[in-house]
């Protein structure tokens, strides 16, 4: 019988390392910023094409190589960062250039031109499927430029499963962002195909922020700096009006590196307890510096998640210095700072601050509810749109909805603030007052738009929205959709918009501009799913726009619900694929209590 165990060719052993690292093109331009970091540089330059899978080329003006170097960066295991396994414990550096481009040119087509500052000539090498295809003397500029090419051209399954453009340019966007954020002090510079997004300058960890994320940041950004024998945490945290409704503007460092910790995180954001409403992310950017012998950052490829020697000691102090930056500000005047500057004798006996309830806005009038749905809806339609819906079998068989004894001397009736719920004729009823809602603001808007006849009303004061870069992009993309429902939006500036009208049917009930925000923010999420800009609009906005779990309805408020939910197309799912219906049969409520 012959052996069955065989070494593995240098080519497959390659692509396996490369599906440790390289899982996207995000994954290819954080090796390559790592390196170009480490070579001291002050210039680094980063291009994309296709969302990174036809290129991805970086710049910077760092030592470079030799060309025994060059060609050595290739290698499996060639490092110029360790030299013992005692270093592995000791790590300050970001990549390790040889593993990098060893992993991505088992996956891609790879160029290197790289110089010495004191070289007249530099080297210039092609690898493709692991092997060295060219090498040669070339012209270059000191520093070392590094283009990859057709991207997992090795592996097409991989390349089958990258998400859509959208989703992997803002994975690039993330990489690029916490890395120009942790290096204020090189200047930076971003291009999308054509178009170039950032060129950050050298400067101060404040306006490195406000150049990413925008002037928005001026006025709102809190300074925080606490020091130990043991730890440092300096940085920025955001006031909490600048607190968002979804994850993406969290940055955690360790020894400068990016790091993903839930349990920290949560530490920091548990500080803004009762400074911001349930579900709301603040801003921070914030650098934890500890001797490197008291983490262990080889838990990961990627090493984004790192190890502490007292996770315990670090989520206190961290929670404590959030909650003393936010003291000192006066935004939180209510929370006890009598210890200004905490030891780590007593941190521990901080107590986490209690929730509070967050008051609710008041209800939309009833006038704009019935408006921004159907504004025909009666009894004898309703009666005929649910008979019609409901007398299907599986998912949809739910029971005619009205009894003449129940739903029109007002039988619906509320709980936890959040369900309504309502006798049928054989069966009882609870409806999702958010998830419908969701749908019946779905399926009006995405009709609005399919029209396009959306009534304004003008603003007497018009808002600016300001944004982000990454979003900016996007709001051009949502702008259409937005004004084709009564909007009337206008670009102001690299990024910056003004709202000179809204919806008639909103009544101004909302801010526009947190609206819009909102709206931005579950549009960007939304890019995950393969939906038409229409359909992520409507759905962006109905999310945005809907009443929300907690809020009090009254009896008018309930039926005109019920009404509108069941003259939708498909009442019983909401926009994203939720029950908004769920019914209990009568028959089997009574068995509970041996009642048949």
């Given at each position: ?31 390559l ?38 060609r ?44 010495r ?15 060295v295809?060219?090498q ?98 300096s ?17 955690l ?82 929370l ?12 521990f ?39 019609t ?62 029209e ?19 979003d ?32 008639a ?18 549009f ?73």
């Open positions: 019988m012959a052996d069955l165990i065989k070494l593995l060719p240098d080519g497959v052993v390659n692509q396996i390392a490369a599906g440790e690292v390289i899982q996207r093109p995000a994954s290819v331009v954080k090796e910023l790592d390196n170009a970091i480490d070579s001291g540089g002050t210039e680094i330059r980063l291009s994309v094409r296709e969302a990174g899978k036809s290129l991805i080329m970086v710049t910077d003006n760092g030592c470079g190589m030799s060309p025994t170097d060059a050595m960066a290739f290698e499996r295991h060639a490092t110029s960062k360790i030299r013992s396994a005692d270093d592995l414990f000791a790590i300050r550096t970001m990549g390790f250039r040889g593993e990098a481009l060893a992993s991505i040119a088992a996956v891609a087509e790879v160029e290197i031109r790289t110089r500052h004191e070289d007249t000539v530099g080297t210039r090498i092609q690898v493709s499927d692991s092997r295809r060219i040669e003397p070339c012209a270059c500029l000191p520093g070392t430029q590094v283009t990859v090419q057709e991207l997992f051209y090795t592996v097409p399954a991989r390349k089958k499963f990258l998400k859509s453009d959208s989703v992997e340019l803002r994975h690039i966007h993330d990489e690029f962002v916490a890395q120009a954020i942790a290096h204020p002090e090189i200047a930076w510079s971003y291009t999308q195909g054509e178009n170039e997004m950032y060129r950050l300058q050298p400067s101060g960890l404040r306006q490195r922020i406000i150049g990413v994320f925008g002037k928005k940041y001026q006025e709102e950004l809190i300074s925080l700096d606490q020091d130990t024998e043991i730890i440092r945490i940085g920025f945290i955001g006031s909490p009006s600048i607190a968002r409704r979804s994850r993406g503007e969290q940055l460092y360790v020894n400068r590196r990016l790091i993903k910790n839930h349990y920290l995180n949560h530490a920091i954001s548990s500080a803004y307890e009762e400074l911001i409403a349930p579900g709301n992310y603040p801003f921070y950017a914030l650098f934890i510096e500890i001797d490197p012998n008291l983490i262990d950052i080889n838990v990961h490829p990627t090493k984004h998640e790192i190890k502490f020697d007292d996770e315990r000691l670090i989520y206190n102090f961290l929670q404590v210095s959030v909650k003393h930056a936010l003291g000192r500000s006066t935004l939180a005047p209510r006890d700072f009598e210890n200004a500057n905490p030891g780590l004798d007593q941190i006996d901080k107590k986490p601050a209690s929730s509070s309830t967050i008051p609710q806005k008041p209800s939309a009038s009833l006038a704009s509810w019935r408006d921004l749905a159907f504004p025909k809806a009666d009894r004898e339609t309703v009666r005929q749109r649910e008979e819906i409901f007398s299907g079998t599986g998912e949809q068989n739910y029971d005619p909805l009205y009894r003449e004894d129940s739903f029109a001397s007002g039988g619906c009736y509320q709980f936890y603030d959040s369900f309504i719920f309502l006798p049928a004729r054989s069966a009882l009823m609870f409806i999702d007052q958010q998830a419908a809602h969701e749908r019946i603001l779905y399926e009006s808007y995405l009709k609005t738009m399919t396009g006849k959306g009534l304004s009303q003008k603003s007497l004061f018009p808002q600016t929205l300001h944004l982000s870069k990454p900016v992009p996007l709001m051009m993309n949502l702008i259409p959709h937005l004004n084709s429902i009564g909007f009337e939006i206008e670009e102001f500036g690299s990024d910056s918009f003004i709202i000179h009208a809204s919806p049917l909103l009544e101004s009930k909302f801010n526009e501009a947190e609206l819009i925000k909102s709206a931005l923010e579950q960007r999420n939304n890019l995950e799913f393969q939906l038409s800009p229409m359909e992520n609009a409507a759905r962006s906005l109905a999310r945005s726009s809907s009443i929300r779990r907690g809020r009090t309805l009254s009896q008018e408020e309930m039926s005109l619900l019920v009404e509108q939910l069941f003259l939708c197309e498909t009442p019983h799912l909401s926009p994203d694929g939720k029950k908004t219906i769920y019914q209990m049969k009568l028959t089997d409520f009574l068995k509970n209590f041996h009642a048949l």
